[in-house]
């Protein structure tokens, strides 16, 4: 869940704190860009040929790992900026608001382009799990205020920075570990671990490593019945999208590529990174210029196009809006 352009460099020197705000609007009518395009009847059964692709808010340096959280006022969205080591708040009520600052960083010196936290969930108790770049954990903020640590190590070496993540309803999180949040990536000497590990962390607390055969794990996602598990890599070599089975000792079958998107990475830029799993099992992954609509099966049904990068997606409670992080964007549209 990276990418961001370079044009972000000089935020991660200190200059991004007095303009932060300035940047991201309050609630105005929405602009709309881009355009859905089916590619399968059923893709009409979801998405309405003129839904609209709605500017929620931009100005932000690389937008990460929507979230919605219902509450009694209609519900509302925190989503991470990565670069800026922040989480904002996005209410339709109340437009954007900074949530929190640190979000992944909480070290004195320089830490490179992406320092803060990426992807965010809640966990059985309500609370929010975050996994942060600068410091390489999964942590979970307490009811009362601060942080605990849920995993930072695996065999006494340190993760590489912790990247997306997904809660089962047993309280069993999934997270994938690429080298995307270390200063100097896959190169950077503080690198303790050779591989990019994707991980189940128990309620106990044992982590235990699920595969190591990604070459950039990088969104996850949960099957509705919590049998199959759901990879997107970002590799430009095979961008693709996986689905593995989840054998009864926990540990992971063969799995099998749902989606390659190497044809659509020639025409626009990214790669399969966030997604959203539905109630029904459909699965909204982003992916190179759009969101893509993929059934369990593997079929591709349609796209939802921003023609720029998207990092991430989410559903609402009532799974009628999918909310999109676009890069500097924040964007929503409506389904049927």
């Given at each position: 869940?990276?990418?961001?352009?370079?044009?972000?460099?000089?935020?991660?020197?200190?200059?991004?704190?007095?303009?932060?705000?300035?940047?991201?609007?309050?609630?105005?009518?929405?602009?709309?860009?881009?355009?859905?395009?089916?590619?399968?009847?059923?893709?009409?059964?979801?998405?309405?040929?003129?839904?609209?692709?709605?500017?929620?808010?931009?100005?932000?340096?690389?937008?990460?790992?929507?979230?919605?959280?219902?509450?009694?006022?209609?519900?509302?969205?925190?989503?991470?900026?990565?670069?800026r080591?922040?989480?904002?708040?996005?209410?339709?009520a109340?437009?954007?608001?900074?949530?929190?600052?640190?979000?992944?960083?909480?070290?004195?010196?320089?830490?490179?382009?992406?320092?803060?936290?990426?992807?965010?969930?809640?966990?059985?108790?309500?609370?929010?799990?975050?996994?942060?770049?600068?410091?390489?954990?999964?942590?979970?903020?307490?009811?009362?205020?601060?942080?605990?640590?849920?995993?930072?190590?695996?065999?006494?070496?340190?993760?590489?920075?912790?990247?997306?993540?997904?809660?089962?309803?047993?309280?069993?999180?999934?997270?994938?570990?690429?080298?995307?949040?270390?200063?100097?990536?896959?190169?950077?000497?503080?690198?303790?671990?050779?591989?990019?590990?994707?991980?189940?962390?128990?309620?106990?607390?044992?982590?235990?490593?699920?595969?190591?055969?990604?070459?950039?794990?990088?969104?996850?996602?949960?099957?509705?019945?919590?049998?199959?598990?759901?990879?997107?890599?970002?590799?430009?070599?095979?961008?693709?999208?996986?689905?593995?089975?989840?054998?009864?000792?926990?540990?992971?079958?063969?799995?099998?590529?749902?989606?390659?998107?190497?044809?659509?990475?020639?025409?626009?830029?990214?790669?399969?990174?966030?997604?959203?799993?539905?109630k029904?099992?459909?699965?909204?992954?982003?992916?190179?210029?759009?969101v893509?609509?993929?059934?369990?099966?593997?079929?591709?049904?349609?796209r939802?196009i921003?023609?720029?990068?998207?990092?991430?997606?989410?559903?609402?409670g009532?799974?009628?809006t999918?909310?999109?992080?676009?890069?500097?964007k924040?964007?929503?549209?409506?389904?049927?």
């Amino acid at each position: 869940m990276r990418h961001f352009r370079r044009r972000v460099l000089f935020f991660a020197f200190g200059c991004l704190v007095s303009i932060q705000m300035t940047l991201v609007a309050r609630s105005q009518s929405p602009t709309a860009i881009g355009r859905v395009e089916a590619i399968d009847p059923a893709f009409s059964e979801r998405v309405a040929a003129d839904a609209k692709i709605e500017v929620l808010a931009k100005g932000f340096t690389w937008s990460e790992g929507p979230l919605w959280v219902a509450d009694d006022d209609g519900g509302h969205l925190l989503f991470s900026d990565i670069p800026r080591n922040s989480i904002f708040r996005w209410s339709a009520a109340r437009g954007v608001e900074l949530f929190m600052k640190p979000s992944g960083y909480t070290g004195d010196s320089y830490y490179g382009l992406e320092p803060g936290s990426n992807g965010l969930a809640l966990d059985r108790q309500g609370r929010l799990v975050a996994c942060e770049h600068g410091d390489r954990r999964v942590s979970v903020l307490t009811p009362s205020g601060g942080k605990m640590t849920l995993a930072d190590r695996f065999e006494g070496k340190r993760l590489n920075s912790p990247n997306d993540l997904t809660i089962d309803s047993s309280g069993v999180i999934y997270f994938t570990d690429p080298p995307y949040g270390l200063p100097d990536g896959a190169a950077d000497p503080r690198r303790e671990l050779d591989f990019c590990g994707v991980y189940r962390l128990a309620p106990d607390g044992a982590l235990s490593l699920l595969t190591k055969q990604f070459s950039r794990p990088n969104g996850i996602g949960l099957s509705p019945d919590e049998k199959t598990l759901y990879v997107a890599q970002s590799d430009s070599s095979a961008p693709i999208l996986m689905a593995l089975p989840i054998n009864e000792d926990q540990t992971l079958g063969e799995g099998k590529v749902l989606f390659d998107a190497t044809e659509y990475a020639k025409t626009m830029p990214g790669a399969p990174d966030g997604m959203a799993v539905a109630k029904d099992g459909m699965i909204y992954c982003s992916g190179p210029g759009a969101v893509y609509l993929i059934t369990p099966e593997g079929k591709l049904l349609g796209r939802i196009i921003t023609g720029g990068r998207i990092s991430n997606c989410t559903l609402s409670g009532d799974q009628k809006t999918l909310y999109m992080t676009a890069d500097d964007k924040l964007c929503r549209v409506q389904l049927k």
